[in-house]
């Protein structure tokens, strides 16, 4: 039996909203009765520590969590969120992409990319949630809580009773440890506005930049450093780019075109410590190799971690981080719920257990939650993996990118396109397309990598392999889907 079975199998039974909080004889009523007589029996209490739903953290997926429950009229005096940061929520990925366009090129801020506006919802700024009636608690992280008496404990020493949890804590930025140099003044990570606008003052007097780390964030920062004309290293330990899904030889177009932008590359190496200047700002970051490399900022993009604590005891999962929950975000503790980055769940399409830490992800992991948790749908959540970056975008850059990549990426490879500009690579495995990227595509051409990801078609490698362009390898592809 698969560890998803297993996990699913041992789940406590479905209890839609989990609620202590409710009278037994209000468990078994519909779910609108319900609402009267909760708000009934505990209005004296429900201003002070008594919440009917809480959503721990305000990042993206609780942003889109707490739509849902507006589209429920479930918002209304009955929602709380409780978050570490001191804005509303917004669509993180913009940190690393528009926000950090040069000051004269019309940089993204909020009140801007609140969500859900990444996804052409309405923009939820801090007076949308007071309109909708919605609590927020802004920079008070909560640290504890109590599950048998469903109680949750902030940092200001708030008590707020819960009817049902959701927990959105998202990720935290992985850290160099403060030994070898990660706390230095010049040091950064890039998680939310605070690090971001942290970030924009050192590059403001920046010379030197080095950015540690070859994955999405490292590569759109670097991308975004050389668009403020900066002298920019990309240092990373693996042979190329985006090792976990680029092939090598789709690394080396783009590895090409920063090159052409200006970003110096620095592959195989690792990094020995990063060292302080005399002022106590960075100055250098030193190699295992002895070499050493002048900066003024350093940027560290490494990945991320779960931000699961206080949560631990709900069950993490050893393999993949993160609470684990089922196909409807249920944890194991009754009227707890775990959604976006921090959630391992069942990815039913591939039949295994996952965490993803993709945007798209985390908006509809809290719609199928909040959905599942308010309404009668049953239905487990079936997730299709996609990814996307876009850099070079601000106003006057030689070339913009903009790449997708839906499905697996298992099995062999067929690339065909020459990235001036479009560029795609199909996934091949076992005779079926699992998975396909694509550079510069039409919205048309976009729209059927989902479907051509979700059907799996059995597909004609050697005719791919002969396509003389990427609009002929998508209509070959296209073609198999409709056999
Ligand atoms: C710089 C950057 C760029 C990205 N770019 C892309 C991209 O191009 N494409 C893509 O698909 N994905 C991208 N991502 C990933 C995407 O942003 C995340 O997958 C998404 O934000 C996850 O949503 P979430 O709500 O689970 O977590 P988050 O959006 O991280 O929100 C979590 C929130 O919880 C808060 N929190 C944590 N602990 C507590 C606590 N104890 N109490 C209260 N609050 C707490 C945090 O402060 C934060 O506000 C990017 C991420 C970053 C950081």
């Known amino acids: 039996m698969s560890s998803v079975r297993t996990f699913m199998l041992t789940l406590s039974l479905p209890r839609k909203h989990g609620l202590s909080l409710l009278s037994p004889q209000s468990s078994s009523i519909g779910f609108r009765s319900f609402r009267r007589s909760y708000v009934a029996a505990s209005s004296s209490a429900f201003a002070n520590e008594n919440r009917e739903f809480v959503i721990v953290g305000g990042g993206n997926a609780a942003g889109y969590a707490a739509r849902t429950f507006v589209e429920h009229d479930m918002a209304n005096g009955r929602l709380c969120i409780v978050s570490k940061e001191a804005y509303a929520p917004y669509e993180r990925p913009a940190l690393t992409k528009g926000y950090l366009f040069p000051l004269d090129k019309k940089p993204a801020r909020l009140p801007g990319f609140h969500t859900c506006v990444g996804s052409g919802g309405e923009r939820q700024t801090p007076d949308w949630y007071k309109e909708k009636g919605i609590e927020m608690f802004y920079e008070d992280p909560v640290t504890g809580i109590d599950i048998e008496k469903q109680t949750l404990r902030t940092n200001s020493g708030k008590q707020l009773k819960y009817g049902s949890l959701i927990i959105a804590t998202g990720c935290t930025a992985s850290r160099f440890p403060d030994k070898i140099g ?4 010049g040091v950064h990570y890039v998680r939310d506005v605070a690090d971001a606008d942290s970030l924009i003052s050192s590059l403001e007097k920046a010379r030197k930049v080095v950015v540690v780390g070859g994955g999405y964030i490292g590569m759109e920062i670097a991308a975004a450093a050389v668009g403020w004309k900066l002298d920019t290293t990309i240092i990373f330990p693996e042979k190329h780019l985006l090792p976990r899904l680029f092939t090598p030889s789709l690394s080396k177009r783009y590895e090409e075109l920063y090159q052409e932008n200006g970003v110096k ?10 060292e302080a ?3 106590g700002r960075i100055a250098a970051v030193k190699l295992e190799d002895g070499s050493a490399i002048e900066a003024d900022t350093v940027i560290i993009g490494i ?7 206080p949560f631990e005891r709900l069950g993490l999962n050893t393999n993949v981080g993160g609470i684990q929950v089922d196909g409807q975000f249920r944890t194991s503790a009754p009227g707890i719920f775990a959604i976006g980055d921090v959630a391992a769940f069942p ?24 959905k599942a948790l308010l309404s009668a749908q049953t239905r487990m959540y079936d997730y299709l993996p996609y990814f996307y970056s876009r850099v070079f975008e601000y106003e006057g850059s030689p070339r913009k990118v903009w790449w997708q990549f839906y499905g697996d990426n298992v099995g062999e490879t067929v690339e065909i396109g020459n990235f001036d500009p479009k560029i795609a690579t199909f996934w091949v495995d076992s005779g079926k397309l699992k998975g396909v990227l694509l550079e510069s595509g039409s919205t048309e051409e976009f729209e059927l990598l989902p479907k051509l990801a ?5 597909v004609d490698k050697a005719k791919l392999q002969n396509a003389s362009s990427v609009e002929e390898a998508l209509n070959i592809a296209r073609t198999s889907l409709q056999v």
């Open 277 to 279: 200047g005399s002022g």
């Open 454 to 458: 979700r059907s799996r078609p059995s």
């Open 303 to 309: 990945g991320a971690k779960p931000a699961v604590g």
């Open 265 to 274: 590359f620095l592959k195989g190496a690792s990094i020995k410590n990063l």
């Open 182 to 185: 990660g706390n230095l003044s």
């Open 347 to 370: 990815l039913k399409m591939y039949d295994r257990v996952a965490r993803v830490e993709h945007v798209d992800h985390a908006r509809r992991s809290a719609q199928h939650c909040i």
